[in-house]
Structures are given as C-alpha cells and as structure tokens.
C-alpha cells in the first residue's frame, strides 16, 4: 500500500520501506522497476525493507512476490538524476529582487529543491511537473550571475544566465532616433 521514501537517485542504494498486507518470511523477491533489490528484509506481516537497484530516471512499478502470488505499486518509486537548466526567464531583473521568474529545464525535485541566482537565494521556490520551477529573486548583486538549482540528487549551473540590473529600461534599435 505504501512505499517511503519513495524517490531516489537512479544509482540506487536508497534505502525504502513498503508496508502492505502478507507479508513473510516467505519474499521471494521485490523488484523496481523490473530490477531486484537488495537488502531485502521482512518485518511482520505488513512491513519489509530494502534497497533500490539502479535505475533509469522516472516513475517504477515497485512488486513483492511471495509463494503465494505477487503485489505491485504502480509507479510506487521514482528515480531521479542530476538536474537541468535549459532557461530562465525573465533573464533580468532589478538588484532590489522581487522578479517573478520561471526556470526551465528537467529532473526538478518537489521537495528539498533550492534555487540561487550568485550568492543570492530565489524565494518561494516551487515545482511544477519536473521540468519547470517558479520563484521571486531576493537582492542581488549587479552584473551577470549564474543560476544554480541543487535538488537531494545534484545540482545544475547555467553561466551568467541572470543579469541584476541597477535599472531596466525599454530596448532601443541601432540607429534610432527618439
């Protein structure tokens, strides 16, 4: 019925919990994603431990056999890799803080992910579907700045992808006249 924590790295060894009913001294196996874990220990009738086997990034199908017939959690545990930046947008913003940004990229974590723009951290930092996290930047230094997003599985740079402006102003053509 359960299994916790129930992300992880894809190099696996995360150490998971699946309670359920059945359970005995009789496991024969517990696979994730079709790989068998390690480490497998049963306690009682409704709680067993083990260790994720390596991975592919997403979510796996988590399944205990016994003698008598076999159990699965759909998509019960979710691997994860190292983060991603492809963008961020806007790209620029005033050294005051307080612009709304969204950053682009792949394998964001929900929980325990932080974001910082230079030594600057991006407040109100949330996730949405792995590939896109929204924040509002605090004070920052002018200049360019690289973004960081360090999730429990890594971290991921984009060089001098934030600029913080002491002011915006509106674009210009070359060669135009006001």
Do not use: H, M
Not at 35 to 42: C, D, E, L, Q, W
Not at 73 to 91: E, V
Not at 140 to 158: E, F, H, I, N, R
């Amino acid at each position: 019925s359960n299994v916790a924590p129930s992300e992880g790295p894809v190099g696996g060894g995360t150490s998971i919990t699946l309670t359920g009913d059945n359970f005995f001294a009789g496991v024969t196996s517990v696979t994730v994603g079709g790989n068998p874990a390690t480490s497998v220990s049963v306690s009682g009738l409704t709680s067993l431990t083990c260790d994720t086997p390596l991975g592919t990034a997403g979510a796996r199908d988590v399944v205990v056999t016994t003698p008598g017939g076999s159990a699965t959690k759909t998509d019960g545990f979710t691997y994860y890799t190292t983060p991603t930046i492809t963008s961020i947008s806007p790209n620029r913003g005033l050294v005051g803080g307080g612009t709304a940004v969204a950053i682009n990229g792949s394998n964001f974590v929900p929980t325990n992910t932080t974001v910082a723009i230079g030594s600057a951290s991006v407040d109100g930092v949330s996730v949405g579907g792995f590939t896109q996290l929204t924040g509002s930047t605090s004070a920052g230094t002018q200049g360019y700045q690289d973004v960081v997003v360090t999730t429990p599985y890594g971290s991921a740079t984009l060089t001098k992808g934030y600029y913080y402006a002491t002011e915006l102003t509106a674009p210009i053509f070359a060669g135009a006249t006001s």
